[in-house]
């Protein structure tokens, strides 16, 4: 849980808590949106590849067998997507002109503990499996944040270097995360969301944003640059009921969704010419036009040890027709590292435990 001594209206820090604190929010970063790594270069040394990546994911959080190496708590979900055809203009994707397609999605805690209490970090995460009529699918990782603290892999995986324990001691160097956080000032923006970010008691009160951008691209071919989010509906506003125990996102969706589907309704962010396109650590002015594209229903919940989210890799470059990745760094990377990720948990399935609560 983030410290309420961010706030502004504190005395400042000395340079000891300082220390502290930033080494705080490295923990919340590392266990942010996944694993990244360049695609090509794993025949050079000098070049940062997926395998890398996931090596250091595992080196700072454990192995767990038979789990993500990130986001490893996590649940399965089952709902489907209507559409109000608002950004069919704008994409000849079937999943913005057709009334309904079927989804599979997973909730999860952006941590590479799968035991990881979820009141540990105030990052949640939502992935989605859009599954169209003609087969083609669309697949999107998004989180509870607006930016990414870095928008290259190479500083992400600088900022998980810096969070590697020393052998010597066991620990991370405590000097390591704040001179990591002075030569990335890209890293404000996220920093300053961090001060006030709180873990919530429920999925279903969070905006989920994808951060990176996209292209929507029209029967005509014409493109138009994208960035989307999912947000809340008024009646599936959290309880101000406080979460009990280690395991209460999980045990909240639940009830929830025995009481009836969720919704969420479905943002396209258009750019402006000359929006950072391809940096996810940029906003993008609040003035942008906004599609509602239609609204996510989520009816039920499946256990993630045998749901049907397991054993989809929620690549965010499967993409059907309509869609296409920009040129940002971090979404290639994505996609090489997932497919790391997925093969080593894949061959790992026999090795989960044989009863879980919040397991993937």
Not at 20 to 34: D, E, N, P, Q
Not at 134 to 160: I, K
Not at 180 to 197: C, M, N
Not at 317 to 344: F, H, K, N, T
Request: aromatic share 8%; glycine share 6%; proline share 10%.
């Amino acid at each position: 849980m983030v410290d309420p001594s961010f706030s502004s209206s504190r005395p400042p820090l000395s340079a000891a808590a300082l220390t502290l604190r930033l080494s705080g929010i490295a923990v919340i970063v590392a266990a942010l949106a996944g694993a990244f790594a360049y695609v090509n270069g794993s025949l050079d040394p000098q070049r940062l590849t997926p395998q890398a990546l996931v090596n250091v994911l595992e080196k700072n959080n454990g192995v767990h067998p038979g789990f993500r190496r990130n986001h490893s708590k996590g649940v399965c979900v089952v709902g489907y997507f209507q559409s109000t055809g608002e950004a069919s203009a704008y994409s000849s994707a079937q999943v913005f002109s057709q009334p309904q397609t079927p989804v599979v999605g997973r909730f999860a805690l952006p941590s590479g503990n799968p035991y990881a209490p979820d009141a540990s970090v105030p990052i949640r995460s939502l992935a989605l499996r859009f599954t169209q009529a003609n087969g083609q699918q669309w697949r999107t990782g998004m989180n509870s944040m607006p930016v990414f603290p870095v928008g290259t892999p190479e500083a992400f995986y600088q900022l998980q270097q810096a969070q590697s324990p020393d052998p010597a001691t066991g620990k991370p160097n405590p000097a390591a995360v704040p001179a990591f956080f002075a030569a990335h000032p890209e890293a404000a923006p996220f920093l300053q969301w961090i001060k006030t970010a709180k873990p919530s008691a429920s999925y279903a009160s969070e905006t989920y944003n994808g951060i990176n951008a996209f292209y929507l691209v029209n029967p005509a071919g014409q493109r138009q640059a994208v960035r989307w989010g999912v947000v809340p509906m008024t009646q599936d506003a959290a309880d101000t009921t406080p979460p009990q125990g280690a395991d209460f996102l999980e045990q909240d969706l639940v009830k929830r969704l025995a009481a009836g589907p969720l919704r969420w309704q479905l943002n396209i962010t258009l750019a402006n010419p000359g929006d950072p396109v391809n940096d996810a650590s940029k906003a993008w002015p609040a003035d942008r036009k906004v599609l509602n594209a239609g609204t996510l229903v989520l009816e039920r919940t499946q256990a993630q040890d045998n749901g049907e989210c397991r054993d989809i890799n929620y690549d965010p470059l499967i993409l059907p027709q309509g869609i296409e990745g920009s040129d940002d760094p971090l979404l290639v990377a994505r996609s090489a590292a997932y497919a790391s990720s997925y093969l080593r948990r894949t061959s790992e399935v026999n090795q989960l435990p044989a009863h879980q609560e919040s397991r993937p």
